[in-house]
């Protein structure tokens, strides 16, 4: 019997890195990353109609400086161009920039760049035409951001102050995030919180959130809840079933309940395929509907390239 | 021909610990072997999911690396693949499942690139003994000869060097090197064969000896 030395794939062109590092050296690092996604996709509503979007189209830019000491000087900018594929372009391709300085496994960081409280949610649908959870209803990113994170072994902090800066043609509010979780075991806990000010002279508003999430071997489990004070209250539930190594089913709802007016249920169906040797590539399926009057059935398929 | 298989046939009888195996390396999802014993790997299809390795029996170095989904946010991650490892390890005609500790965030990530947490498990669930050392390489990463990487790399001091693959070889082939007309029946050309085959076997290393009983295994 023939015995041959079996081979596994492991990037597009022999000898070439499958992941971003770009350039490596003298404490430099470069790192380039992207995503591509690509759907087809008939929104869940009245009178959708089919149509091509991405979501994203993202070109990620990292550098670092290794300062010594265990400490790095670090820089972000991130590109975006959904918008513009889907000829929506009403501003700048920037996503993020921000540069900080981090020391061991705590970074602080300035500029344009997520709050604290994005890290917060467990919903697992690709699309929803409802808001994710109370935080993204509310906000989650800014322009003039102050971003502190620390992690642990089993514990991550982040936390986040956004300036007001009125007046400037950055001014969108002020808002000061939290955001706490812990793992142990197969569990996570999460908990989050946000003032904001939407705009300057405006009360300000509580939002508050926890989550949980259990990884039973067959399938993770989730759920969360957030409120905003006065506003909405909602919670999701998620289930992910590895169906097979290459193969996830996630199954989830949401519920949007404000303060005036009728609850929103919105349901969701997805199924993704990672090709077995390169992860970077996934197709999936999604469908999805709500419970409001004269909501038809969404459905989408596509295609994510990560690099 | 025939007389000559027969005549290898009957010498590797008298050799001991004659069991022809080989050492299968199970990867878990989102390990890549970028070289094996100082070759880079080729390249296989979009669908070909076997992910594992059949290497001989003995010593065997692979160069590995493992990329992870690191969470970004609550939804959305960035992939991230650790520094490239050199494994060194001996086995036997066993089954070796090579796997990782679950990394998703940036601080598992950098304790994973700061000391090995490969896991190499034989068919009874017992440890495989490894040694690991980082193939690093300073400039643009893109397009990484390995195969130089490596060459230098075994020359090294590195606990993980393999400086045996620095040694050419003859690899053996189904196709005799040489085809000979042998007269039928002679016995006394057949008695210097056999000699000759005992003097060199005795004569090649232990990797030589185990590439040879492999070809001959295969050819029948």
């Known amino acids: 019997m023939k015995k041959l030395l079996l081979a596994v794939a492991v990037s597009v062109a022999a000898g070439s890195a499958s992941a971003a590092t770009i350039y490596e050296g003298n404490g430099f690092t470069y790192k380039l990353n992207g995503d591509l996604q690509v759907q087809l996709r008939k929104e869940v509503g009245d009178d959708e109609h089919a149509d091509v979007e991405f979501d994203d189209l993202e070109l990620k830019n990292y550098v670092s400086y290794d300062l010594g000491n265990d400490m790095k000087a670090f820089g972000r900018v991130d590109f975006g161009f959904k918008d513009a594929a889907e000829d929506k372009q009403d501003g700048s391709d920037l996503e993020e920039a921000y540069v900080g ?75 000061f995030d939290l955001f706490a979780s812990t793992k142990f075991a197969s569990v996570t806990l999460a908990a989050a919180y946000q003032n904001a000010t939407p705009s300057i002279g405006a009360d300000d508003i509580d939002t508050w959130g926890v989550s949980a999430s259990y990884d039973a071997g067959f399938a993770t489990l989730a759920a969360d809840y957030s409120s905003t004070d006065d506003i909405a209250d909602q919670y999701n539930v998620a289930a992910v079933f590895a169906a097979a190594s290459t193969t996830d089913i996630a199954l989830g709802m949401v519920n949007t309940d404000p303060e005036n007016g009728d609850d929103v249920t919105e349901w969701y169906a997805n199924v993704t395929y990672k090709f077995p040797t390169q992860k970077n590539v996934r ?14 059935l969404g459905y989408l398929a596509g295609m994510r390239i990560k690099f | 021909m025939q007389n000559l298989s027969k005549h290898l046939g009957i010498l590797t009888a008298f050799i001991p610990s004659l069991v022809f195996g080989d050492v299968t390396v199970q990867l878990n999802q989102g390990t890549n072997v970028v070289a094996v014993n100082g070759q880079e790997v080729d390249q296989g299809n979009l669908f070909n999911g076997t992910g ?28 991230e693949t650790s520094e490239t490892y050199v494994l060194l390890f001996e086995a036997e005609d066993t089954a070796i499942t090579l796997t990782t500790p679950d990394i998703s965030s940036q601080y598992e990530l950098k304790k994973f690139n700061r000391s090995p947490q490969w896991k190499l498990t034989d068919a009874h669930g017992q440890a ?64 210097m064969v056999g000699q000759m085959l005992q003097f060199w076997y005795q004569q090649a290393d232990q990797n030589t000896r185990d590439k040879f009983k492999s070809w001959i295994k295969t050819s029948q």
């Open chain 1, 101 to 175: 300085l981090a020391f061991g496994n705590t970074s602080i960081s300035f500029g344009k760049q997520n709050f604290a409280t994005d890290e917060f949610g467990i919903e697992e649908a690709i699309e929803l035409v409802s808001d994710e959870d109370r935080f993204d209803a509310m906000g989650t990113d800014g322009d003039d951001t102050i971003r502190l994170d620390v992690e642990f072994e089993n514990a991550y902090i982040a936390a986040s102050y956004e300036m007001e800066a009125e007046g400037e043609s950055s001014e969108n509010g002020e808002y």
């Open chain 1, 283 to 296: 197709l999936f399926a999604e469908i999805a509907d709500t419970d409001e009057d004269d909501s038809d």
């Open chain 2, 52 to 79: 594992s390795l059949t290497l001989e029996n003995g010593k065997n170095q692979i160069a590995v690396e493992y990329t992870a989904e690191i969470e970004e946010s609550a939804d959305d991650f960035i992939l």
């Open chain 2, 128 to 191: 495989v003994p490894y040694t690991a050392d980082i193939l690093k390489k300073e400039g643009f990463q893109l397009a990484r000869n390995y195969e130089t990487e490596l060459k230098v790399f075994n020359q090294s001091n590195s606990k993980a060097a393999l400086p045996e693959l620095q040694v050419e070889r003859h690899t053996f082939k189904q196709q005799p090197v040489a085809v000979y007309e042998t007269p039928a029946q002679d016995s006394t050309d057949q008695k």
